[in-house]
């Protein structure tokens, strides 16, 4: 795996517009976006509608992905191209979720729609109707997603990559700035995790940096040991799976995995350890 | 104002303005992008900490409109737009204060 198999730029994907095979994906929490304009040809997911499950806090399962890839009208041997917003949060969410359920050809957009915006690039309101397709997906790959007592067992053992701002890490905030600040019962962070946020590996326009500088940036500054498995969280699992995508695609780590539940449910968890301020 | 328990942008962009009363703990930081008085629908706002550390981005609304929950303290807001725009401006946030800061590009 390197860099060209799984990340593409603006210029690969205008080419690629209308070609048969692929399927160009937007994916917000924010749909109203891809209502507004979209890159032509390009369907949309919604993170929250489309891909939990409506009553218990999980994903979709494997008999809903299905239904939901068959009803888009995106078949196993597509290759499918994923951008969105907030630099590409949820489109590498997807990214994630896509190779959980065993996707092969899948691809995300350098810089995502931010890029795309910024370039003055065209967007399209034409909704396109995609033929059903009858799509079977494996069986989800428990390699690549973490679970709280896995999280709790690696406390000391594995790298723990929090990727929040330094605000929410070091327990002065419970979300992002651009949010109300709610959610986690406690503030704070993961005995013995290291802050990388997930902004640092990325360029004011989107685009992810180069292997090299986010090498200096894992190894270097934030002295993460490469040669040990690593999880990576967040507040609720996309940022986290921005830097999963750095980890795992881009650098070519064996062992990463996303812990989805992130913050929102470990901060809410009874009896766990938590730490506040910097890292130690 | 939406944003649920997700971390992206409020749908539909942001509406400035924040209810007075409401803010409680918040320290909001808001305003709006313009070019010769029009809105800038098309354009990212990014919040910087000290030493321009990225804190929050979110997409210009409709009215050319953002709004970030800060904490209180010195900010730096940036605005990108097409074109290869960036404009910058210092904001001093306050708890339970709506700090207002608009831009024209």
Redo the contacts between chains.
């Keep these: 795996m390197s860099r060209s198999d799984v990340l593409v730029d603006a210029d690969w994907a205008e080419a690629h517009i209308g070609t048969p095979g692929v399927v160009i994906v937007e994916v917000?929490?924010?749909t109203?976006?891809y209502d507004k304009g979209h890159i032509p040809t390009a369907i949309k997911l919604d993170?929250?509608k489309d891909l939990q499950d409506p009553v218990r806090r999980d994903f979709v399962d494997k008999t809903g992905f299905e239904a939901l890839m068959s009803e888009r009208g995106i078949s196993n041997d597509d290759t499918v191209l994923l951008y969105g917003?907030?630099?590409n949060?949820?489109a590498a969410y997807a990214y994630w979720y896509f190779r959980l359920y065993g996707h092969d050809k899948v691809l995300l957009l350098d810089g995502g729609r931010?890029k795309w915006?910024?370039?003055?690039r065209e967007l399209s309101t034409d909704v396109p109707q995609r033929p059903k397709t009858d799509y079977t997906a494996r069986e989800q790959d428990s390699s690549l997603r973490a679970l709280r007592d896995e999280v709790v067992a690696a406390i000391g053992k594995r790298n723990l990559v929090d990727v929040r701002?330094?605000?929410e890490f070091t327990g002065?905030?419970l979300?992002?700035?651009?949010?109300?600040?709610e959610?986690a019962q406690r503030a704070g962070h993961i005995p013995t995790a290291r802050n990388v946020?997930w902004?640092?590996a990325a360029n004011?326009?989107g685009t992810f940096r180069s292997d090299s500088e986010l090498r200096s940036l894992y190894q270097d500054e934030a002295g993460l040991d490469f040669g040990r498995d690593t999880i990576a969280y967040?507040?609720?699992g996309?940022?986290s799976a921005h830097t999963w995508f750095v980890l795992h695609e881009l650098l070519g780590l064996p062992d990463v995995k996303n812990y989805d539940g992130s913050w929102?449910e470990y901060g809410s968890l009874v009896g766990v350890p938590i730490e506040l301020g910097e890292a130690r | 104002?939406s944003?649920?328990?997700?971390?992206?942008?409020?749908?539909?962009g942001v509406r400035a303005s924040a209810a007075a009363g409401t803010l409680g703990?918040?320290a909001v930081v808001e305003g709006r992008v313009t070019r010769e008085g029009a809105p800038v629908a098309?354009?990212?706002a990014?919040?910087l900490?000290t030493g321009d550390?990225?804190?929050?981005?979110?997409?210009l609304g409709e009215d050319g409109g953002f709004?970030?929950?800060?904490?209180p303290g010195s900010w730096t807001l940036r605005v990108?737009?097409?074109?290869g725009v960036r404009a910058q401006r210092s904001v001093e946030a306050g708890y339970g204060q709506v700090t207002k800061v608009d831009v024209a590009i």
């Excluded at chain 2, 550390?53 to 997409?59: G, L, S």
Aim: with cysteine; charged share 25%; net charge negative.
């Design positions: 917000d929490e924010d109203s976006a993170w929250k917003g907030n630099n949060w949820f931010k915006e910024l370039d003055s701002s330094p605000d002065r905030l979300a992002p700035a651009h949010l109300p600040q959610q946020p902004s640092k004011e326009d967040c507040r609720i996309e940022r929102t | 104002m944003g649920g328990d997700g971390c992206g942008a409020p749908a539909g703990s918040q098309t354009g990212y990014r919040l900490g550390e990225f804190v929050a981005e979110v997409p709004r970030f929950f800060a904490a990108l737009a097409p074109g």
